[in-house]
């Protein structure tokens, strides 16, 4: 196993999240598992660890990581709050560092196809597609994202070393 991987499932932290099904994904999983940034580099600047999980798994969640919890923020009925997702930030402290996790709810109890959320999950690279969850590291299956491709998550990852990306975005202009 990638030692940088294993040091994502052994951190008391983020073991706690994944052992409550909480998926981690974007910059953060590409920046310490691929372009070889130690856990305390990424975070030490206030960078943004992205999860989601569902809902119903959220006091759970609450519970295992309140020891660590300094600060947690709600995001208030917005545009960014949708009748899909419950947004909230959580900031954490674990040997004199600072995390920043953003997460998302999924609300659905019928649907938990990330195609439906990539809006909510807030995912605008392929670059950032890569997650890691209790069984694997992958990528989210987004926009039919590289369908054609005979090995998808190859093609991220190659991606990476080359420093190219692919918009996820209709729109042009991020």
């Known amino acids: 196993m990638n030692v940088l991987l294993k040091n994502i499932y052994i951190h008391p932290i983020l073991s706690t999240l994944i ?5 981690i994904y974007g910059k953060f999983i590409r920046s310490v598992v691929f372009e070889d940034k130690t856990f305390s580099e990424y ?7 992205n999860c989601y999980a569902k809902l119903i798994f959220k006091d ?4 295992d990581i309140n020891k660590y919890l300094i600060k947690t923020h709600r995001l ?3 545009s960014f709050n949708s009748t899909r997702c419950e947004f909230i930030t959580y900031i ?6 600072e995390l920043i996790l953003d997460f ?3 609300k659905s109890p019928i649907s938990y196809y990330l195609v439906s959320f990539r809006a909510e999950l807030n995912v605008h690279f392929d670059i950032d597609c890569l997650y890691v969850n209790r069984n694997e590291l992958g990528m989210l299956k987004i926009n039919n994202l590289y369908n ?3 090995c998808p998550l190859y093609k991220i ?3 990476i070393s080359e420093k190219k990306y692919k918009s996820l975005s209709k729109n042009p202009i991020i």
């Open 60 to 63: 759970i969640i609450e519970r």
């Open 148 to 150: 054609t491709e005979p």
């Open 19 to 23: 052992k409550n099904d909480v998926t």
């Open 92 to 97: 954490l402290t674990h040997n004199d560092l």
């Open 157 to 159: 990852i190659e991606n």
């Open 104 to 106: 998302s709810y999924i």
């Open 43 to 49: 975070v030490s600047n206030g960078s943004i660890i």
């Open 76 to 78: 208030a009925h917005s």
